[in-house]
């Protein structure tokens, strides 16, 4: 058995739900507000704890709220659990909102640049990619246009082709493969497939059971912010 290079122990996290209608009535009652903040939490996990193997396909399935993003966002470093631990070891890609450090007024080609750099690639890596990543997302005669100019799901492929090209040890996807039509969808997958035969460690949220049975090896279920079951796939444990 391989050591395992994401390991979440007894992990817990919360939002407080602020309710206060300005600074006047947040300054004025304040120690009532404190009070009502610790009260008013929402607990979008509670006390869960597996661990992924090196070269792992482990996916993570559930109905809308029940903590799936919330998981990656920990395992990617973006959240931090109230308590509990998240360890993780090898070089993150993480595929959570695909975008998200686009700069509108960029081009898509500036942007690929200012994408890479934040995922951990030097400027000379991005440019020596650059082509693959273009030719990647199929957007090639609209990449010296701004970014504002881009739909959504042009900006969710440029985000998935730069971020796939990281040469990641760890590859979080978060529900990305609803963009874009069936063929760069199974585009995706097949991208995903040959990160696995490569010993890439993958986990990857999705709503679709298919996906993750031609995917992955080990799948949890997630039901109102805790692990409901664990299964191999064709194989409940």
């Known amino acids: 058995m391989s050591e395992p290079v994401i390991i979440v122990d007894h992990v817990s996290k919360f939002f407080s739900l602020h309710y206060a209608s300005g600074i006047k009535e947040l300054l004025f009652h304040l120690p009532t507000y404190i009070k009502e903040a610790k009260r008013k939490r929402f607990f979008a996990l509670n006390d869960i704890s597996f661990k992924i193997e090196k070269g792992e396909s482990f996916g993570i399935i559930g109905p809308n709220g029940a903590g799936k993003s ?102 979080l996807i978060d529900e990305i493969l609803a963009v874009g039509d069936t063929k760069f969808q199974e585009k995706c997958i097949n991208k995903m497939m040959s990160f696995k035969k490569m010993g890439v460690t993958i986990i990857f949220v999705t709503h679709s059971r298919d996906q993750i049975e031609k995917i992955c090896e080990r799948v949890i279920v997630i039901e109102k912010s805790r692990i409901q079951k664990i299964e191999k796939i064709g194989k409940k444990i």
């Open 70 to 171: 919330t998981i990656l966002g920990l395992i990617a470093g973006v959240l931090k659990p109230n308590s509990g631990k998240v360890t993780t070891k090898g070089r993150i890609a993480p595929l959570l909102e695909l975008g998200a450090g686009f700069h509108p007024e960029l081009t898509g080609r500036e942007n690929i640049i200012l994408n890479a750099i934040i995922l951990g690639m030097t400027k000379n890596e991005a440019q020596s990619k650059m082509d693959r990543i273009i030719d990647f997302s199929e957007l090639k005669d609209f990449i010296d246009q701004p970014i504002r100019t881009y739909s959504s799901g042009m900006i969710a492929r440029l985000g998935f082709s730069v971020a796939v090209h990281v040469e990641p040890e760890i590859l």
